[in-house]
């Protein structure tokens, strides 16, 4: 079965501190995206990994892509109360350029 | 640049009345078309996509349907409400080799 799991799905964190959003998937792919989801709203994208390695920054934001391990993560710096937000991941669904396999998302809460 | 417009933002309809939402997407050509349903505080469920004019997959049986009468036009229908298809409903495009999806502001549903 495809699956893509994120680690933690609820986080409540301090302003100033660092921390990082886990995205396990078990099929192959090389390309995994990012989204961020704010209450009541729509998804935005974030980030697009396209290889092995592949490490993106936005920010206080930072993604990146190990293929080999299947694993993505999303660190956070010196978090703000605007970063907020339900943040998802989400893998290409191999071999169909078609369809993303989605993690369940993780909620953040930044506190001031 | 591209465009994607939805509607309508909200909308209340009684059970065993009939849907009809409405995506378009503009500035770009054959783009790959999605509907998802998301129920509150969880992820995203791909209920329909499509690959081209009158080209529908389903990938959850359930009362609704979708078709696609123009290139960049998109509709989510159902014939009579159920009180579980409450919920967000998002429409999304993708093109090209890579399936980062746009999403439009989305819908939620009521059904009372």
């Known amino acids: 079965e495809l699956k893509v799991e994120q680690n933690p799905l609820f986080l409540s964190m301090q302003e100033g501190k660092n921390y990082t959003i886990y995205c396990n998937y078990s099929?192959?792919?090389?390309?995994l995206y990012w989204y961020r989801q704010d209450p009541g709203k729509s998804l935005e994208s974030l980030f697009v990994?396209?290889?092995n390695g592949a490490v993106k920054q936005e920010g206080r934001l930072m993604a990146s892509l190990d293929t080999k391990a299947r694993l993505s993560t999303l660190h956070i710096t010196a978090a703000v109360h605007d970063l907020s937000a339900t943040y998802f991941c989400?893998?290409?669904?191999?071999?169909?350029?078609?369809?993303?396999?989605w993690g369940a998302g993780t909620k953040l809460i930044i506190k001031p | 640049s591209q465009t994607i417009h939805q509607w309508p933002a909200t909308l209340v309809q009684p059970v065993g009345s009939p849907l009809s939402l409405e995506c378009t997407v503009e500035g770009t050509s054959n783009p790959n078309l999605y509907w998802y349903r998301q129920a509150a505080g969880r992820g995203l469920q791909l209920l329909f996509y499509s690959v081209g004019i009158g080209q529908i997959s389903s990938e959850v049986p359930q009362n609704l349907s979708a078709s696609r009468p123009q290139d960049r036009q998109f509709i989510l229908s159902s014939k009579k409400l159920l009180l579980s298809d409450s919920g967000f409903y998002l429409c999304a495009w993708s093109t090209g080799g890579i399936t980062e999806a746009f999403f439009g502001q989305g819908t939620r549903l009521t059904v009372v």
């Open positions: 990994l396209l290889s």
């Open positions: 099929t192959t792919s090389d390309r």
């Open positions: 989400a893998v290409d669904m191999l071999p169909s350029n078609y369809q993303l396999i």
